[in-house]
């Protein structure tokens, strides 16, 4: 009977540090996600929404401060003149309601085009003040939403696919591609984004109907956006190895679908995530769309600057990967050859956990 030898671990404890090691992934994703969806969705409550009172004169500057004073940091409130002007605003995505008092028939001018969970908000703050005068208010939509995309989250959606097959396919990638050169990887990755741009662009337009217009435009902005997580994804896997798991999904799934607006706003979440909403990738795709959609005046350059810098990215770091590739080579390199059944055990477990997300 053979037994282990002295201070060397049982197959049984070596299997057991072996599935414990693959579970810290798992654990840290759950952790992760609880963190970042509970963090950025469970709780919306605005701050600094933009909402115009109508009219002039000291009556107008009166009721402002008055409802300035009672709704607090929850709102931002200015005095335009004419109702032309707030609905100007609205047109432009600019404020996320306009009041406008009147002693018969107070409106309430809304956009639910630029997010319909926040003009319920507005809705919800202001019904009081009209009902606190013994009348009902008057709603009215300036920028509806189109019957095709009712929730307006049909870009958000259209992003959550782009990003799962984004992600996942770097991961695979890295991992089963191990043995090409990284430029053919890089190529590769651009050529990925390409091909799942059409086929997301194909379902959530003409199949779907979630993207009303703009359809090409909207899939060359998906080739840009997947081509930046791809190339991020195979720059880091030449660092990080199997952890790039985590890191994408942290990256491109925690961080990435709860600031991206598509459900909340930055005006109704945390911090945070408002500061994230900026500058993260997710938002300039999904507010990319929003503005080709319905709002065109307000133009996307700065969306696609931004994305455009996270692509820049992604190939900085796959050329920092291929400098450690480099100087990792030895003098006289072997070739590399794949087992004649495909990439190595390790390789799969790796490419299977990427559906964690």
């Not at 959550?160 to 053919?184: D, E, K, N, P």
């Amino acid at each position: 009977m053979n037994q282990p030898t002295h201070g060397a671990p049982s197959p049984t404890r070596a299997a057991l540090r072996h599935v414990i090691t693959h579970l810290l992934v798992p654990l840290f994703l759950g952790t992760g996600m609880a963190l970042a969806y509970l963090g950025g969705f469970h709780h919306p409550s605005p701050h600094a929404l933009k909402v115009d009172v109508v009219g002039t004169g000291a009556p107008t500057a009166v009721l402002a401060q008055r409802l300035q004073d009672g709704l607090g940091d929850r709102v931002a409130l200015r005095t335009v003149p004419t109702e032309a002007a707030a609905r100007q605003q609205l047109q432009r995505g600019e404020i996320a309601g306009a009041f406008v008092p009147d002693a018969r028939a107070p409106r309430l001018l809304l956009a639910t085009a630029g997010s319909q969970t926040t003009a319920q908000v507005v809705e919800a703050m202001f019904a009081p003040v009209a009902i606190g005068q013994g009348l009902p208010l008057d709603v009215v939509d300036v920028v509806p939403l189109p019957q095709q995309d009712p929730t307006g989250q049909g870009v958000f959606f259209y992003m959550v696919a782009l990003t799962v097959g984004s992600y996942s396919g770097a991961i695979a990638i890295g991992a089963a591609g191990a043995a090409l050169a990284l430029r053919c990887r890089a190529a590769l990755a651009v050529a990925t984004g390409a091909v799942l741009s059409v086929l997301a662009t194909v379902v959530a337009g003409p199949l779907y109907h979630a993207l009303p217009s703009h359809t090409v435009g909207l899939g060359l902005l998906a080739w840009l956006y997947t081509s930046a997580i791809l190339l991020i994804g195979v720059g880091l896997h030449a660092f990080l190895g199997r952890l790039t798991t985590a890191a994408m999904v942290g990256l491109f799934v925690m961080l990435n679908f709860t600031t991206s607006g598509g459900i909340f706003t930055p005006a109704l979440q945390p911090g945070f995530f408002a500061a994230l909403h900026s500058f993260w990738i997710g938002a300039g795709l999904v507010e990319a769309g929003r503005r080709l959609l319905y709002f065109p005046a307000l133009g996307i350059s700065g969306e696609v600057t931004r994305l455009v810098l996270w692509a820049g990215a992604g190939l900085a770091l796959v050329g920092a990967a291929a400098l450690r590739e480099r100087r990792r080579r030895t003098p006289r390199p072997t070739a590399v050859t794949l087992p004649a059944d495909g990439p190595s055990a390790e390789a799969e477990e790796e490419i299977e956990e990427t559906v964690a997300a």
